[in-house]
């Protein structure tokens, strides 16, 4: 049995230029998925498989500022909502902080990749193991464990570098990291290296680097070598790739939920709705009716 990490790295840098406009004033993680805020599902599906410290890894001060006054006790708020026995919102805002969580940050003062963003930590890191979620993915799964639990379950059986996977078409892999030598055992897919956005006469396999990730520290340390990959930036499917060269086995996990983009304002409003109906039963039966009125 391996021991699985207790911190998680969240990149929040990066301009969010697919959400505009709202993101020209509002950070990402601040839009909300039925009222709670992207990033508050982030570090609850954290907290859910039992880690300890969260690490943001912020582009500027007022970045690192939204964070920070989210992420902070409120009591004159909780007294206020208190006094005035507004029980559901008083229970809303004392689940923002899970309970034992603790708040680091680390600054990516320019744009080079998600892999330098990591590399900020590393000071914060030290040599424990970590995971990487990036926030713009929400992944869903209502009757049953969250994403990096699971992810956390298969790294407790066979240590090396987890993550998450999906399967797509061989034309679509040329977006993605794609898997090399894979042999898939049931929802495991054991791999022995990774080609970020390969050619399409390139592709090796259908299996897709999507995150989150449960990393070694050895990954941390072979980070500075990574050189700048075909986008021009320090990727960390490099330095995934980079320390299975050298002996670290990959696996990836074919999760059991649902993934949205929140990156994208089309998956955004889709998570809003399947959030929203399945959490409102009066909402569902006026959806309902919408449809009928609407065919």
């Not at 990490?5 to 840098?13: D, G, K, S, T």
């Not at 599906?45 to 890894?57: L, M, R, S």
């Not at 050895?218 to 980070?223: R, T």
């Amino acid at each position: 049995m391996y021991q699985k990490p207790e911190v998680c790295i969240l990149p929040v840098a990066g301009l969010s230029t697919r959400n505009l406009p709202t993101t020209k004033v509002l950070h990402k993680g601040f839009m909300t998925l039925n009222n709670i805020p992207v990033i508050q599902y982030a570090v609850d599906c954290c907290a859910e498989a039992g880690f300890k410290e969260i690490v943001f890894i912020y582009s500027d001060e007022a970045c690192k500022h939204m964070f920070e006054t989210y992420f902070a006790p409120a009591p004159e708020l909780e007294e206020r909502l208190s006094s005035q026995n507004k029980t559901e919102l008083l229970k809303t805002i004392q689940k923002i902080i899970p309970e034992g969580m603790k708040f680091s940050f680390a600054c990516q003062s320019e744009p080079k990749g998600n892999g330098h963003a990591i590399l900020m930590a590393k000071d914060i890191i030290g040599e424990r193991d970590f995971a990487v979620m990036w926030v713009d993915d929400v992944y869903l799964n209502p009757h049953g464990k969250g994403i990096m639990q699971q992810l956390c379950d298969v790294y407790e059986k066979t240590g090396g570098m987890v993550e998450n996977i999906m399967e797509f078409k061989r034309e679509d892999m040329v977006r993605y990291g794609a898997l090399t030598g894979v042999e898939r055992d049931g929802n495991i897919v054991r791999a022995h290296g990774m080609v970020e956005k390969p050619k399409l006469e390139e592709v090796p396999s259908n299996y897709a680097s999507m995150g989150p990730y449960i990393i070694p520290n050895v990954v941390m340390q072979v980070l500075p070598e990574v050189t700048k990959g075909s986008n021009g930036e320090i990727n960390l499917t490099d330095a995934i790739n980079l320390a299975a060269q050298r002996g670290m086995p990959i696996y990836g996990v074919l999760a059991d939920v649902e993934r949205y983009d929140c990156g994208t304002n089309a998956d955004l409003l889709k998570a809003n709705i399947r959030l929203s109906l399945q959490k409102d039963a009066d909402l569902r039966t006026w959806a309902r009716d919408l449809l009928k009125n609407m065919d």
